[in-house]
T-cell receptor, first 115, second 111 residues
């Protein structure tokens, strides 16, 4: 089954304790992206990657890191989480933008709480 | 600054009603506009629009894009309780590979 998986699905942690949220897709997609979703603010892009070893900042990259060492994986790293990073996080993937754009497939989401 | 504005923020209707959701945008070098449906989980793709005036249709849902006036509408006819969700609009630009989302329209359909 074609899908995007994220782990963990729920995470409660304390300020300053490094964490990683994994994302993996089995559709051979070049493009992968991380979003956070907050009430009233909608989905905001954190980082995205056009291919292996190529990553770019989205609209809200501060406090986050990513890596793309393999095509299928795109982990999100919070080196020193803070309470303002409490949010619902989505990973998404798609093929490279075609002439008209691209359809992104979303993972199930990770609800992160930082106390 | 690129932005996407959706209206209304929230909509409550009865089953069988027809609804129209709006999405207006400002983006440099527009490439495409996408609609997603989000229930209590991840967004799922509905439509991608790139050309003005060409309606995309899937069952009771349809959407059209106006690139001159910079907006799109999503129509849902004969609504059902299963249509209750947040509908998200997003745009992409040729200048960047980012996808910019609006804050969504929350639709509640009551029996």
């Amino acid at each position: 089954e074609a899908q995007v998986t994220q782990n963990p699905r729920y995470l409660i942690t304390v300020t300053g304790k490094k964490l990683t949220v994994t994302c993996s897709q089995n559709m051979n997609h070049e493009y992968m992206s991380w979003y956070r979703q907050d009430p009233g603010l909608g989905l905001r892009q954190i980082y995205y990657s056009m291919n292996v070893e190529v990553t770019d900042k989205g609209d809200v990259p501060e406090g986050y890191k990513v890596s793309r060492k393999e095509k299928r994986n795109f982990p999100l790293i919070l080196e020193s989480p803070s309470p303002n990073q409490t949010s619902l996080y989505f990973c998404a993937s798609s093929f490279r933008p075609r002439q008209g754009g691209y359809e992104q497939y979303f993972g199930p989401g990770t609800r992160l709480t930082v106390t | 600054e690129d932005k996407v504005v959706q209206s209304p923020l929230s909509l409550v209707v009865h089953e069988g009603d027809t609804v129209t959701l709006n999405c207006s945008y400002e983006v440099t070098n527009f490439r495409s506009l996408l609609w997603y449906k989000q229930e209590k989980k991840a967004p799922t793709f509905l439509f991608m629009l790139t050309s003005s005036g060409i309606e995309k249709k899937s069952g009771r849902l349809s959407s059209i894009l106006d690139k001159k006036e910079l907006f799109s509408i999503l129509n849902i006819t004969a609504t059902q309780t299963g249509d209750s969700a947040v509908y998200l609009c997003a745009v992409s630009s040729y200048n960047t590979d980012k996808l910019i989302f609006g804050t969504g329209t929350r639709l509640q359909v009551f029996p």
